[in-house]
């Protein structure tokens, strides 16, 4: 294959690692500087230049894009998915992890882990605000900020007021996190590669120092991730579209909690406080995918008049509950079971023979009028109500 590294620091350890690693598995690489791209559009004919002249053909392309140039970054990594080139980190899921409000509301929208935030703009807002997420010391995050900088750590109400608003007048977005006292300054960096996760390390800051990058001076060391933080950084990764992201939790009382996703992580601290060739698994990541390409089955199936996809949960349907799917109406009424997940364990291809237990999940191919008909009735989703100060202190 023909592999495409967009880097704008080709000595940098990343950058060379990844090379390396597709040479050795006898790759063609490339490291292309991303602001020496010009993006040409016409009519069914979308087309890069690289340093003046026009692009030769790739078959993957790896974005290394640093925060500072996002923007232009993106523009070219979009030509590169509107010339048809697999790349194992699409524009827009690196748009959503860039955006850590747009990150963090996502996360909120499931059952996963993620520190008490607020954002707000009006200056009354804020002192309310940092009493939900559970009163000071609290951390302000700079929105756009990165590897630690624009994360404030305020210990007083006065300090956090006065810092907002002093970043509020210019012109900067911020949102206000609990500050998890139990990390004691540490973190777990979750290396994930596709469905896997490849390397974990623990950064420990140093001494003084509430922030745990490796770029401010913190310490690392290996560690086995148990199933519910191995669980969360997968998660994390397919809520924000990724193919290969470092996950970056904090170990609390309540489990593990998202700080943050990062779509361009450094490859030098986790191979080297692992001894992990992770470089490797990212290329052989990229082989499978431009090998077997990922297939939308709803779209492509949907296009057989009047059949497609559905999946939906086994639960009170005394047809299927307890028998096999031999024994169930499923066939004979033009539905296909494709997979079963039960427990976070995938059954793929079930066989005649498979019970179908309450809780599993059924992906189904099949008539969408009968499909329809076994979906649950949708309900509306209720919002929790907040117990008030005075509920808090009785509880």
């Given at each position: 294959m023909?592999?495409?590294?967009l880097?704008?620091?080709?000595?940098?350890?990343?950058?060379?690692r990844?090379?390396?690693?597709?040479?050795?598995?006898?790759?063609?690489v490339?490291?292309?500087?991303?602001?020496?791209?010009?993006?040409?559009?016409?009519?069914?004919?979308p087309?890069?230049?690289?340093?003046?002249?026009?692009?030769?053909?790739?078959?993957?392309?790896?974005?290394?894009?640093?925060?500072?140039?996002?923007?232009?970054?993106?523009?070219?990594?979009?030509?590169?998915?509107?010339?048809?080139?697999?790349?194992?980190?699409?524009?827009?899921?690196?748009?959503?992890?860039?955006?850590?409000?747009?990150?963090?509301?996502?996360?909120?929208?499931?059952?996963?882990?993620?520190?008490?935030?607020?954002?707000?703009?009006?200056?009354?807002?804020?002192l309310?605000?940092?009493?939900?997420?559970?009163?000071?010391?609290?951390?302000?995050?700079?929105?756009?900020?990165?590897?630690?900088?624009?994360?404030?750590?305020?210990?007083?109400?006065?300090v956090?007021?006065?810092?907002?608003?002093?970043?509020?007048?210019?012109?900067?977005n911020?949102?206000?996190?609990?500050?998890?006292?139990?990390?004691?300054?540490?973190?777990?960096?979750?290396?994930?590669?596709?469905?896997?996760?490849?390397?974990?390390?623990?950064?420990?800051?140093?001494?003084?120092?509430?922030?745990?990058?490796?770029?401010?001076?913190?310490?690392?060391?290996?560690?086995?991730?148990?199933?519910?933080?191995?669980?969360?950084?997968?998660?994390?990764?397919?809520?924000?579209?990724?193919?290969?992201?470092?996950?970056?939790?904090?170990?609390?009382?309540?489990g593990?909690?998202?700080?943050?996703?990062?779509?361009?992580?450094?490859?030098?601290?986790?191979?080297?406080?692992?001894?992990?060739?992770?470089?490797?698994?990212?290329?052989?990541?990229?082989?499978?995918?431009?090998?077997?390409?990922?297939v939308?089955?709803?779209?492509?199936?949907?296009?057989?008049?009047?059949?497609?996809?559905?999946?939906?949960?086994?639960?009170?349907?005394?047809?299927?509950?307890?028998?096999?799917?031999?024994?169930?109406?499923?066939?004979?009424?033009?539905?296909?079971?494709?997979?079963?997940?039960?427990?976070?364990?995938?059954?793929?291809?079930?066989?005649?023979?498979?019970?179908?237990?309450?809780?599993?999940?059924?992906?189904?191919?099949?008539?969408?009028?009968?499909?329809?008909?076994?979906?649950?009735?949708?309900?509306?989703?209720?919002?929790?109500?907040?117990?008030?100060?005075?509920?808090?202190?009785?509880?």
């Amino acid at each position: 294959m023909k592999i495409g590294i967009l880097s704008r620091q080709p000595r940098s350890y990343s950058t060379r690692r990844l090379r390396e690693a597709a040479k050795l598995r006898g790759h063609t690489v490339q490291v292309l500087d991303t602001l020496r791209f010009a993006i040409s559009l016409e009519k069914q004919e979308p087309d890069l230049y690289y340093r003046g002249r026009k692009l030769p053909a790739f078959d993957a392309v790896i974005p290394r894009i640093g925060a500072s140039i996002t923007f232009y970054g993106l523009a070219v990594l979009r030509q590169f998915e509107q010339m048809g080139i697999y790349v194992p980190n699409e524009s827009v899921a690196i748009s959503r992890s860039r955006d850590k409000l747009r990150a963090t509301q996502l996360f909120s929208r499931y059952s996963i882990g993620i520190p008490a935030t607020e954002f707000v703009r009006d200056s009354t807002d804020i002192l309310p605000a940092i009493r939900r997420v559970g009163g000071v010391p609290v951390i302000i995050k700079v929105i756009e900020g990165t590897q630690g900088v624009g994360v404030i750590l305020a210990e007083t109400e006065k300090v956090a007021e006065a810092i907002i608003q002093t970043l509020h007048g210019a012109k900067q977005n911020v949102l206000i996190q609990k500050f998890v006292k139990e990390s004691h300054g540490c973190d777990i960096r979750a290396f994930v590669v596709g469905d896997r996760v490849v390397a974990a390390m623990r950064r420990i800051a140093k001494p003084g120092e509430y922030r745990s990058n490796v770029h401010r001076g913190a310490s690392v060391e290996p560690v086995s991730l148990t199933t519910d933080f191995a669980h969360t950084a997968l998660r994390a990764v397919q809520i924000m579209g990724l193919g290969i992201a470092g996950v970056d939790m904090l170990e609390s009382a309540e489990g593990p909690q998202i700080m943050e996703v990062n779509s361009s992580p450094g490859l030098e601290g986790i191979e080297k406080a692992t001894g992990i060739d992770v470089a490797s698994a990212i290329i052989e990541f990229v082989e499978q995918q431009v090998l077997f390409p990922d297939v939308d089955l709803r779209q492509r199936l949907r296009l057989t008049g009047g059949f497609g996809i559905a999946e939906f949960p086994v639960r009170g349907m005394p047809e299927l509950e307890g028998k096999t799917l031999r024994d169930t109406p499923l066939a004979s009424r033009n539905i296909y079971v494709l997979t079963i997940t039960r427990h976070d364990a995938v059954v793929p291809q079930p066989k005649a023979d498979d019970i179908i237990q309450t809780g599993d999940v059924l992906l189904c191919y099949g008539d969408l009028r009968e499909l329809r008909s076994m979906m649950p009735p949708h309900k509306r989703r209720k919002r929790p109500r907040k117990r008030n100060d005075k509920e808090k202190n009785k509880g």
